[in-house]
T-cell receptor
């Protein structure tokens, strides 16, 4: 365990479904992130939260909706996704001038 | 944002030292250089971070020349379990925005 916990580990959903990914960290970090990793592609930064405030939305489609209720929890709400949204979704956290701590990710398959 | 360039892949044998070089010609004054390791279907794991000269920890060494336009990750005596993708990132943590490149896929052979 890295200290960043993501649930569920695997998720299969239909294009009309609504689901949520959860990320939790108890490392005392003040920044949290969502990254998307598609097959054979670099990690793509999606959202950044600093002290619960969203500071970055990297042109992500509105069918992805993040929520950060406190500095320890981060959600990614999903609705009406497309098959091309199938990917590994990674959550990370960080504190000041130090590296990211990543979770193990959620493997999402949209059918 | 400082862009990084790394070799796409490298092969090595167990017990060898591996050096992976990353180019970052437009690195900014406040940027740090950070390296991550990623195994399939897992999140990247922090390896080492530096600003200039040389940094060493229990896992690797990071060499940064005076002009900071490149950096080299050195893995001593690699084993099969070091087979992974290695990413070089450059940025300033205060802005909390780091972008990953394509990374270097290291294949360690017996």
């Amino acid at each position: 365990e890295t200290g960043v916990t993501q649930t569920p580990r695997h998720l299969v959903m239909g294009m009309t479904n609504k689901k949520s990914l959860k990320c939790e960290q108890h490392l005392g970090h003040n920044a949290m992130y969502w990254y998307k990793q598609s097959a054979k592609k670099p990690l793509e930064l999606m959202f950044v939260y600093n002290f619960k405030e969203q500071t970055e939305n990297n042109s992500v489609p509105s069918r992805f909706s993040p929520e950060c209720p406190n500095s320890s929890h981060l959600f990614l709400h999903l609705h009406t996704l497309q098959p091309e949204d199938s990917a590994l979704y990674l959550c990370a956290s960080s504190q000041a001038d130090y590296g990211y701590t990543f979770g193990s990710g959620t493997r999402l398959t949209v059918v | 944002l400082a862009k990084t360039t790394q070799p796409i892949s490298m092969d090595s044998y167990e017990g060898q030292e591996v050096n992976i070089t990353c180019s970052h010609n437009n690195i900014a004054t406040n940027d740090y250089i950070t390296w991550y390791q990623q195994f399939p279907s897992q999140g990247p794991r922090f390896i080492i971070q530096g600003y200039k000269t040389k940094v060493t920890n229990e896992v690797a060494s990071l060499f940064i020349p005076a002009d900071r336009k490149s950096s080299t990750l050195s893995l001593p005596r690699v084993s099969l379990s070091d087979t992974a993708v290695y990413y070089c990132l450059v940025g300033e943590y205060n802005f909390n925005k780091f972008y990953f490149g394509s990374g270097t896929k290291l294949n360690v052979k017996p």
